[in-house]
Every structure is written in structure tokens, then in C-alpha cells.
């Protein structure tokens, strides 16, 4: 044993000296420091990019980047402790993305107490390797899971983004990271039934099922857990729902929204529905006239825009871009209704009935050059872009044969597609598709997948007042990806050439 073990140190570090033998032969590539989900979100544009393009120069400058790759991993495999400090400054810091991959994976091998110190620093990281590998931390350290983990759960944790992402890849763990054509594959066997084991995490998840945020993944968590372990919480859990009383309903006058709306005020009637989490019968009628009042205004809007925008050059046609409500709009609606169990919320019925689509996205330029003297740079500039519900009803097909084996508590809300995102908008390969959640009880529900959290009401707003393209507040973001002065100059003048004025709604 004790020869054994000298050959391996031997080995370990003939290994080590030949890795920091070829790192000091690299050219000064510079550092790239890890770094957290709260420092990148206060980045420029133009940071971000050079941020990035240390990583790009640095790969493309060195020689030999996959043996000194290989070389780290070896180092992991022998679990050569002598070389945790050399790993945890090329974790932290090495600019060469795979060899800084290797150094982490490395680290987790090796596993002494510095490595899984600084390992679980990366809690918070912007790049998801560093919170996996936290996690992979935390959840092998000694002790339990839970009490290792838990703590991410906290409700000083989840107020913003960093905590709730942790949260997120945390719940991520307890549910398969894979599929084959076995079955469902676990990052290990302890977390495949680790709540049918640790009654806590069933409870943790039953209970964040609704969550806004954590609530997909808590969900999908319970879809794969033992069915005889969460099928008896979740039906305590759906009659606690049930037996739930709702808030106490606000004082109503009956037709004072509609006569404020009427009078001009807008915003604040629909600021005052939008408060409404619940609304009843009488509030709900009420709603459905502001709705159709609003969205009279929206079609106005809409065709005024448009035809504004063809007539600048803006290469769609006003057929395509407003093609009217589609004429089984009531049967959907009614159908709707069946499947989700709650009429639609009145903003987004009214727009159906009134308006059906508007659709400003330049599919006909893919395929051939845009027009000589309209900014090109406009179609990732998100132009507005909202389906009709017969044309978003793939959305309702795709919940029902999702859902039609799950129990109610554990299928999710409908995500039924209300438009594509900027870059598919721009025929680039992008994110998920804007959407709506349904069922919803209010009035005005959260277009979400679009960064400008925004109700649906607000999100026309917004696309109205930037003449239908709505990340006109991103171009520090197109400058820095290469958009000249220029460019950008000839873009302003060309939008302060549309000659159109929206209507308050």
C-alpha cells in the first residue's frame, strides 16, 4: 500500500510539473475572474462583450489547450492533492473556458476541504457550471441533503434572481437529468428517491408547486417522485386549496370603471383591474366592457401603425400584419373555457374578439435582402407580434396531451404562445416563445418570457409608444455586437420618420 501510494505522488506530480510547465509556456492570455449572477446583471453591454471575447481570444491563442485538459483531469483521477491549489487558480480564473471546466471537475475528484470550499463558492455564479458544481458540493457533503441544502430555501433567499436560481438547480437535482431509453436517469441513485425518503422535500415541493418562480421545477420534481408517497399530499394539499377562503372582495360600484374609462382614464381603471387578483361576476362584466372599449382603441392603434410603417417601407403587407379576428374565435373561446375551468381574462378575450392578430415580423425578408433604405437591424429589434387563439390553440393541444396523465396539482399552468420571441421574430434561434398563463382569475395577465415583465395591457403599451418594436432599449447591446454609429444614426431617423400617433388606452 505504502509503495503503491508513492508511485501514485510520483506519477501526480511528474503530472503536475509537466501542466505548469505548459501553462508557463502560453502567451499573458489575461484573467477571466468568475462571475456572480448580481455583478453580470450590473454589466454594460460593451463590458459583457469583452468579458466574453477574453474567453474567444484566449482559446484561439493558445497551443495545446486539450492536453493541458487532459493533464488536469488526470490530476482529478489520481486525486493528487498537491495540485488542489493550482486547480482552484485555474477554476477561478483561467481564461482557456475547457481547461477551467476540467480544473472543476478535477476539484470535485480530489475533494479536500479547500477544493469543496471553493467548489461551493460558485453558488451564485452567472455561468450554470459554477452553481452545478456548488450543488454537487452541497449535496454530497456530510450530513444530510436537506440539511446541507435547505437553507437555499429560505425566504430571504427567493426575493431576487441569484436565490431563486440557486433554488431552481438545487429542485433540479431531485429530478431526472436525463432521459434514455431505460427510463429517467438521476445525477445519482441517493437522489432518485431522496423524497420519498426525506419527507421535508415532499413537503418543500408540494408546497412551491404554485410558486411563480420555482414552481415548474418543484412540480417536476413530484411528476417523477414515488406516485404512493406524493399522491396522498398532494390531495391534502388540493382540499386545502379548496376550502381556501378568498380576499375580501373590494368595494364596487357598479359601471364607475367603465364611465372613468370612458372619461379618459385609462391606465388607472386598468391599474385598478390589474389589482384585482379574483374577479367575481359583477367585476368580471365590468371588465369585459373596459376590455372592449380598450381594445376598439388597440385596433385603431394597430392598423394606424401599420399602415404608417408600409408606408415608410417597413416590408409587410397591411393583410398579413392585421388580418382580423379569426371567425371561430367564440367556439375557442368557449372551448377554452371548458378545458381550463375559467373564462379567459377580459383583456386577452376582447383583444381575440376585436383584434385578432397583429403581426408586424418580416418573415417575407428571410429569404432575400431587405429593402434598400429600411434598417435591418429592426427585425431583432422584437416588432410586435401577438397570435390569435386559433393560431396559438397548438398551445392548448400540446398542455392537454402533456397534462392527461398527471394529477391537476402537479400538470402546471396552460403557457398558451401569444408570439415568438426577438430572435425567432428575426428567423435566429432563440428562447421560448411569449406567453400567458392560464387559467388566470383577473383581468390583465403577465406576458411572460419577456424581459420587460410586463401585463398584456402595459405590453401593447409599450410596443405602441416605440412604433412597434419593442427593444428599441437594447441598441447598447447592438453597438456592442457591432452596430456602427452610423448605423444606428440612420435607424433613429428612419423610426422619427414613421409618422404615426397612438392613441391613450
Same mark, same amino acid.
Given at each position: 500500500?505504502?509503495?503503491?501510494?508513492?508511485?501514485?505522488?510520483?506519477?501526480?506530480? @511528474?503530472?503536475?510539473?509537466?501542466?505548469?510547465?505548459?501553462? #508557463?509556456?502560453?502567451?499573458?492570455?489575461?484573467?477571466? %475572474?468568475?462571475?456572480?449572477?448580481?455583478?453580470?446583471? +450590473?454589466?454594460?453591454?460593451?463590458?459583457?462583450?469583452?468579458?466574453?471575447?477574453?474567453?474567444?481570444?484566449?482559446?484561439?491563442?493558445?497551443?495545446?489547450?486539450?492536453?493541458?485538459?487532459? @493533464?488536469?483531469?488526470?490530476?482529478?483521477?489520481?486525486?493528487?492533492?498537491?495540485?488542489?491549489?493550482?486547480?482552484?487558480?485555474?477554476?477561478?480564473?483561467?481564461?482557456?473556458?475547457?481547461?477551467?471546466?476540467?480544473?472543476?471537475?478535477?476539484?470535485?475528484?480530489?475533494?479536500?476541504?479547500?477544493?469543496?470550499? *471553493?467548489?461551493?463558492?460558485?453558488?451564485?455564479?452567472?455561468?450554470?457550471?459554477?452553481?452545478?458544481?456548488?450543488?454537487?458540493?452541497?449535496?454530497?457533503?456530510?450530513?444530510?441533503?436537506?440539511?446541507?441544502?435547505?437553507?437555499?430555501? #429560505?425566504?430571504?433567499?427567493?426575493?431576487?434572481?441569484?436565490? @431563486?436560481? %440557486?433554488?431552481?438547480?438545487?429542485?433540479?437535482?431531485?429530478?431526472?437529468?436525463?432521459?434514455?431509453?431505460?427510463?429517467?436517469?438521476?445525477?445519482?441513485?441517493?437522489?432518485?428517491?431522496?423524497?420519498?425518503?426525506?419527507?421535508?422535500?415532499?413537503?418543500?415541493?408540494?408546497?412551491?408547486?404554485?410558486?411563480?418562480?420555482?414552481?415548474?421545477?418543484?412540480?417536476?420534481?413530484?411528476?417523477?417522485?414515488?406516485?404512493?408517497?406524493?399522491?396522498?399530499?398532494?390531495?391534502?394539499?388540493?382540499?386545502?386549496?379548496?376550502?381556501?377562503?378568498?380576499?375580501?372582495?373590494? @368595494?364596487?360600484?357598479?359601471?364607475?370603471?367603465?364611465?372613468?374609462?370612458?372619461?379618459?382614464?385609462?391606465?388607472?381603471?386598468?391599474?385598478?383591474?390589474?389589482?384585482?387578483?379574483?374577479?367575481?361576476?359583477?367585476?368580471?362584466?365590468?371588465?369585459?366592457?373596459?376590455?372592449?372599449?380598450?381594445?376598439?382603441?388597440?385596433?385603431?392603434?394597430?392598423?394606424?401603425?401599420?399602415?404608417?410603417?408600409?408606408?415608410?417601407?417597413?416590408?409587410?403587407?397591411?393583410?398579413?400584419?392585421?388580418?382580423?379576428?379569426?371567425?371561430?374565435?367564440?367556439?375557442?373561446?368557449?372551448?377554452?373555457?371548458?378545458?381550463?375551468?375559467?373564462?379567459?381574462?377580459?383583456?386577452?378575450?376582447?383583444?381575440?374578439?376585436?383584434?385578432?392578430?397583429?403581426?408586424?415580423?418580416?418573415?417575407?425578408?428571410?429569404?432575400?435582402?431587405?429593402?434598400?433604405?429600411?434598417?435591418?437591424?429592426?427585425?431583432?429589434?422584437?416588432?410586435?407580434?401577438?397570435?390569435?387563439?386559433?393560431?396559438?390553440?397548438?398551445?392548448?393541444?400540446?398542455?392537454?396531451?402533456?397534462?392527461?396523465?398527471?394529477?391537476?396539482?402537479?400538470?402546471?399552468?396552460?403557457?398558451?404562445?401569444?408570439?415568438?420571441?426577438?430572435?425567432?421574430?428575426?428567423?435566429?434561434?432563440?428562447?421560448?416563445?411569449?406567453?400567458?398563463?392560464?387559467?388566470?382569475?383577473?383581468?390583465?395577465?403577465?406576458?411572460?418570457?419577456?424581459?420587460?415583465?410586463?401585463?398584456?395591457?402595459?405590453?401593447?403599451?409599450?410596443?405602441?409608444?416605440?412604433?412597434?418594436?419593442?427593444?428599441?432599449?437594447?441598441?447598447?447591446?447592438?453597438?456592442?455586437? +457591432?452596430? *456602427?454609429?452610423?448605423?444606428?444614426?440612420?435607424?433613429?431617423?428612419?423610426?422619427?420618420?414613421?409618422?404615426?400617433?397612438?392613441?391613450?388606452?
Amino acid at each position: 500500500m505504502v509503495e503503491n501510494t508513492s508511485t501514485d505522488d510520483t506519477a501526480g506530480a @511528474q503530472v503536475l510539473e509537466s501542466l505548469l510547465e505548459a501553462l #508557463a509556456a502560453w502567451p499573458d492570455l489575461g484573467v477571466r %475572474a468568475r462571475v456572480s449572477i448580481e455583478q453580470w446583471s +450590473g454589466l454594460t453591454a460593451d463590458e459583457a462583450r469583452a468579458y466574453q471575447d477574453v474567453g474567444i481570444s484566449a482559446v484561439r491563442s493558445v497551443d495545446g489547450g486539450r492536453a493541458v485538459s487532459d @493533464q488536469v483531469r488526470a490530476l482529478g483521477r489520481m486525486r493528487y492533492e498537491p495540485s488542489v491549489s493550482t486547480l482552484i487558480g485555474l477554476w477561478e480564473q483561467c481564461p482557456v473556458h475547457p481547461v477551467a471546466v476540467a480544473a472543476a471537475h478535477a476539484l470535485f475528484e480530489i475533494g479536500t476541504a479547500g477544493a469543496r470550499d *471553493t467548489l461551493r463558492k460558485g453558488i451564485h455564479d452567472h455561468e450554470h457550471l459554477g452553481q452545478f458544481m456548488a450543488l454537487k458540493v452541497m449535496f454530497t457533503d456530510e450530513g444530510t441533503a436537506w440539511g446541507n441544502v435547505s437553507h437555499l430555501f #429560505a425566504d430571504e433567499c427567493l426575493t431576487a434572481a441569484p436565490g @431563486q436560481i %440557486a433554488a431552481i438547480q438545487a429542485l433540479a437535482f431531485l429530478s431526472p437529468q436525463s432521459f434514455s431509453q431505460s427510463g429517467p436517469e438521476w445525477h445519482s441513485d441517493d437522489l432518485r428517491d431522496l423524497v420519498s425518503r426525506d419527507r421535508r422535500w415532499l413537503d418543500l415541493c408540494v408546497g412551491l408547486r404554485d410558486h411563480e418562480v420555482l414552481g415548474g421545477q418543484a412540480r417536476e420534481v413530484l411528476k417523477y417522485a414515488d406516485p404512493a408517497v406524493t399522491g396522498p399530499a398532494l390531495d391534502a394539499a388540493a382540499t386545502v386549496r379548496t376550502t381556501q377562503s378568498r380576499p375580501a372582495r373590494q @368595494q364596487w360600484r357598479a359601471g364607475d370603471l367603465v364611465a372613468r374609462y370612458a372619461n379618459g382614464d385609462h391606465q388607472g381603471v386598468w391599474r385598478e383591474l390589474g389589482a384585482l387578483g379574483h374577479l367575481d361576476g359583477p367585476q368580471r362584466a365590468e371588465a369585459e366592457q373596459v376590455a372592449a372599449l380598450t381594445m376598439e382603441r388597440v385596433r385603431q392603434n394597430a392598423h394606424s401603425l401599420a399602415t404608417a410603417l408600409i408606408a415608410h417601407g417597413w416590408p409587410v403587407t397591411l393583410e398579413q400584419a392585421l388580418p382580423g379576428p379569426a371567425p371561430d374565435v367564440e367556439d375557442r373561446l368557449r372551448h377554452l373555457e371548458q378545458i381550463t375551468g375559467s373564462p379567459a381574462p377580459p383583456a386577452l378575450a376582447a383583444y381575440w374578439r376585436i383584434v385578432g392578430t397583429i403581426d408586424l415580423v418580416p418573415r417575407d425578408t428571410w429569404d432575400v435582402p431587405f429593402p434598400s433604405g429600411v434598417p435591418e437591424q429592426l427585425a431583432v429589434a422584437d416588432p410586435l407580434e401577438i397570435l390569435d387563439l386559433t393560431t396559438a390553440w397548438f398551445s392548448v393541444e400540446e398542455w392537454q396531451d402533456e397534462s392527461a396523465d398527471l394529477r391537476p396539482e402537479i400538470a402546471g399552468p396552460l403557457e398558451l404562445t401569444v408570439a415568438a420571441d426577438y430572435l425567432h421574430k428575426a428567423n435566429i434561434s432563440g428562447g421560448a416563445p411569449y406567453s400567458v398563463w392560464l387559467p388566470h382569475a383577473g383581468a390583465d395577465p403577465l406576458v411572460r418570457e419577456e424581459e420587460h415583465v410586463l401585463s398584456f395591457t402595459d405590453y401593447l403599451r409599450r410596443a405602441f409608444a416605440s412604433k412597434g418594436f419593442l427593444r428599441l432599449d437594447r441598441q447598447d447591446e447592438w453597438v456592442a455586437h +457591432g452596430l *456602427t454609429r452610423d448605423h444606428l444614426a440612420e435607424l433613429t431617423d428612419w423610426l422619427a420618420g414613421v409618422e404615426n400617433e397612438s392613441k391613450d388606452f
